[in-house]
């Protein structure tokens, strides 16, 4: 995107001091799961996490919000039920590996799809809102969500759980877009 | 006896190892006679840094320069001894006044190239050599060609590395360190095969030696010639003790490794050393290291138990931080958030391990300020090679104890810029045409090929792509932060 408020540092400026300094500093970090993105927790900083894998994790921090990549096969580009990924995290000796590795994705047909430029601007505006005291404060938002911990709680590799007893929050808009496929019960 | 006298008998007490008798009369020598302070103060100032009391050896060999500013060989140790104390930007400042007053010896330029490279100034590092390229002395010398090739190398001069270190060749074929700095030029442009031949050719000049043998195990990984590369970590590899990751221990098991006594006796010596230097942390690492290989052999635990004794702790653990491919940044700060809610016993010492090639320098330099910090490669890659096959299995059941600590209202973070930093920072958001007083703005990142281009570098360029997105699907995000009055910042080292 070309706009003198948005600045390639990373292509033009970059060096270690201030990759560290500009996380430190900013009002969140938004990005996908990795180091340089992790680093806005050294700060206390809020950070985004956009195109985030496996479904369900989030890296701990302070102000914490995550949007999955969406799972499919990869042959037929169908979503895999929750079922079977949830299924994974009951029954594999070594579950991460099923669903957060080049072997284990080939091996089960899987593909993740990236979030949609809609879908990473709708989790922005909940991030902001979650800045500013706002985010969260619907009671069928508290509810999804709780239902979304529910769900996830026996998995220990994710916060989502109830025994984690602190659980980083999926972004509503995601859950919202996607109930379906986290509840098909209805 | 005349102050004269005197001198000479301190400083034959002082070159036979009789530190005590010689201070005592040093100090004698200092008391009586005003004229002779600034030798006396330096001498003074190198018992102290030969006894490990950095501080007090930088507070003397001071005190000897406010009296003679004119002797580089004052400003050499004053900037050896600061170094020891982490007073980086003060050594460079001594260095480079011993520099101004003609020290041209290779160590101490080689010293200084390392202060540099620590504090995160490579512009002068690569100005530094620059500058050593007209040097004729250096050019007359093999092991200074040698040692000016390793600098060449390390700031990316891959040509003038490799002319030197041929010239040092030239004179002394058998000069192993020279095959080994080829060895990792040819690493440097991804020549491997190569690599491998110049770790060899070393190795034959050199005999076994640990940390060659080390570095052709990481060319043969690279060439995916797995079971030469584990045989060549088995061979210096001697680590069976534990560690910590994520939170929990970790034992990591070396015990179908074939490990001579030899190997244990060397590491322990090397504690020695670093006890005798004053070193306490790198001390405890290796005596750690030495015990855990001679469980029969008390004098490691001993050792260990010695230094513990005087760091006031009773038992030690490892983690490990930056790995240089997957950045494992926040360890440290993990292990920070548990010391503040009181999970670290006050008996436990921890010493972090890193690599010299970490993802970011910054953060080396800041945790530094925080924690006992060891770098050191060939600990560090030993170690690391041992954790990784228990990593991911013990990780996930630890993940709802680290969400906790992170959001405990008594957890903070840790780390923070000092002054000049926080001036440097400014001014680098001004570069950004960024006012620091004003404007906020949002880091933006999304990994992408170029990650796994860069590290895996002619092996492959898809390591788990699935982690990938494309930055210009956050357009929409970046225009609604931009309408709101915010600025964007796309970071990321090694993006496309």
Redesign the interface.
Known sequence: MVHPKVIDYAMTAREDFMDIFLVAHCRFVMGTPAGITDCGKLFDRPCLFVNSVFIGHCPPGKQALHVPKRLVRRTTGEPVPIDEYLGHFRDAADPVAEVFTDGGLARNDYAYVDNSPEEILEATKEMIDMIEGRWGKDPADQELLERYFALFGSIPHTQAGSSARVRQPMALSHLRRYRSWYFPEG | MTQSKLLQVARTYHQTGRLAAAEAIYRRIAADDPGLKAVVFHALGVIAFQQGRHHVAADQIAKAIDADDSRPEFHVDLSHALQHVRQLAAAIAAAERATALGERSISFLSHLFGLYLDE?RPGDAIALVERMEADDAIGADPAARRERGRMRRIVGDAAGASYDLFGALADRPALSTAWHQLGLIARLSGDDARSVLCYERALACAGPNPDLIFDKGLALQRMRRIEEARACFREVSFVKTYTMCYGADIELDFSDLDIGPHRAESVRQRGLEAERSGRDIEAVALFGLASSLMPKDRRGRQDLDRVLARLGKRRVKFQFLFHPS?????EP?MFMRRVQLGQIPDDLLVVFLSGTRP?????IT?WRRQLPLLVDDHLYYSMLEALLPGL??T???L??D??????HPAS??V?S?TSE?ME??RA??R????D?DRD????????DLG?SKRLFSGLTD?????????I???????????D?G????????G?E
């Open positions: 995160d997957m950045m494992i940044a926040t700060d993802a970011n320098h910054t953060l800041m991911r299995a990780v996930g059941l993940w709802a680290l969400y906790e600590n992170y959001a903070h973070a780390l810029f930093e440097r920072g680098g958001l570069r950004l045409s960024i620091p906020w703005f949002v880091c933006a990142f999304a990994r990650w898809t390591y788990t792509p699935f982690r990938n997105a494309d210009n699907s956050y357009r929409l995000a970046m225009q609604h932060i931009v709101r915010g600025t964007v910042v796309r970071i990321g080292a993006v």
